[in-house]
Each structure stands twice: as structure tokens, then as C-alpha cells.
């Protein structure tokens, strides 16, 4: 016997082919939804504070089952997992994932549909588990939280007198605010627009405060959700 032979024997004919009866792909594809739906609401869960894409929400639940769809095919036959690999290669996906915690849900989706379809659905379920634990684990665990942006307009005073009012605006916030930072200067012979970055947990007394310097016209004081600055 040539080697050639001992080769087609032992992989060419061990792999060519698997068997998958119609049960084993219905029961196959039936747990990977039930997963996916499960993907589907702990993501609508995690994002009700922040932006939520209905569209992609519905995407990454989809993704899971074909993905085991195409785990499954590919384990129908080798040279069909050849020509599969060649066709996906010329996939290309242009949209950017702007928040990480969406890439996070994207990579779990595929990662599903990857072990249902080679058939390890106990580890798809503890993965699931483990995983939605950990998100909210993590969630609740406190941080530091973001500055608050300061916006003040000041106008209508005498030229050479921006500094001035720079100094009593800072000796104000000093007073209330725990931490400050000057970002932005936007200054005119006869104006003065500051932003402000501060932490404080009297914002309405700020704003008092400083409504009464002379020369202000405005201030306001705003709250987002963005990064932390430490």
C-alpha cells in the first residue's frame, strides 16, 4: 500500500464526510436561537441607559444562528468547508462599531453559533451564564463619576476687564466645586465665554453665584455620560 492510499484512507475517507440527520440540525438550530434570543435581551437590558440599535440588536441575534448553520455545513464535508472558507474570505464589512460593549455582543453572538453548530451547546449555555453575571457584576461596581461641563458667556464690560472677571468666575467655582479646570478660552476686547470642566454637588448655588458677578449674561452647567477623567 502506497502512501497516497494510506492518506485517502485515513483523512480524505475519516473526513470527508460527517453525517447530520435532519434531527440533530433542527435541535442544533433550535438551541442556538434560544441563545440568541437570550443575547438579543440581555443586550436590550444593558444599552437602556445609552444608545440602542434596534437593527443591530436584531443583527447579532441572527449572526449566532448562521454561524451554526455554517458550522454545520462545514462539517458535512471537508471540500465544502474548503470552498465556504474561499467564498467568506471575500466578505467585507464596512460599518465601524463605535461602542466596544457592541463589539463585546457581536464577538459572544458568533462565538455561539460556533459551539452549537460543533455541537457543545452545554459550553454555549455556561458561556452565556458566565458572561451575563460578569457584565452586570461589573456595571454595578461604582466609579469615579464624569466632570460636569461649565459654560459661562460674560459681555458688555469694560476693555481690559476679561482677566478680571476670569478670576472672580475661577474664586466662585473654587468655592464649590471640588475639582476644576479651565478647557476653553473664547476672549474679545468687550467678552469672555469660559468652559469650565469641575466636579461639584451644588450646581444650582454655582449658577447662583455666579449670575451675580457683574458682566455675566449666562451660565450653564451641563452633565454627560462620557469618559472619566480620573
Known amino acids: 500500500m502506497h502512501f497516497a492510499d494510506i492518506f485517502k484512507k485515513s483523512f480524505l475517507q475519516g473526513w470527508a464526510s460527517t453525517e447530520i440527520g435532519p434531527l440533530a440540525a433542527i435541535t442544533t438550530m433550535a438551541i442556538t436561537a434560544v441563545l440568541a434570543l437570550y443575547i438579543f435581551l440581555v ?3 444593558v444599552t437602556r441607559k445609552t444608545f ?3 437593527t443591530f440588536n436584531i443583527a447579532i441575534a441572527g449572526v449566532s444562528v448562521i454561524t451554526a448553520a455554517v458550522i454545520l455545513t462545514v462539517q458535512s464535508s471537508v471540500v465544502i468547508s474548503l470552498g465556504m472558507v474561499g467564498a467568506l474570505s471575500i466578505v467585507r464589512f464596512r460599518t465601524a462599531v463605535k461602542d466596544p460593549m457592541d463589539l463585546m455582543f457581536l464577538f ?3 462565538s455561539i453559533g460556533i459551539i452549537c453548530g460543533a455541537g457543545l451547546a452545554e459550553i454555549a449555555v455556561i458561556l452565556s451564564l ?3 453575571a460578569g457584565i452586570f457584576i461589573l456595571e454595578r461596581i461604582p466609579v469615579a463619576k464624569a466632570p460636569m461641563i461649565l459654560v459661562i458667556n460674560s459681555s458688555d464690560f469694560e476693555a481690559g476687564a476679561t482677566l478680571a472677571i476670569e478670576d472672580k468666575v475661577m474664586s ?3 468655592n464649590f466645586a471640588k475639582h476644576s479646570n479651565i478647557k476653553s478660552r473664547n476672549m474679545t476686547a468687550s467678552s469672555l465665554d469660559l468652559t469650565i470642566e469641575l466636579r461639584t454637588d451644588k450646581g444650582g448655588e454655582l449658577l447662583k453665584e455666579i449670575m451675580k458677578l ?3 449674561t449666562s451660565a450653564s452647567l451641563l452633565a454627560h455620560d462620557g469618559e472619566v477623567t480620573f
Do not use: A, E, N, P
Request: aromatic share 16%.
Open 214 to 216: 457683574k458682566g455675566i
Open 43 to 45: 443586550y436590550r437590558v
Open 172 to 174: 466662585v467655582v473654587k
Open 52 to 54: 440602542y440599535s434596534r
Open 130 to 132: 458566565t458572561l451575563t
Open 108 to 110: 459572544w453572538s458568533i
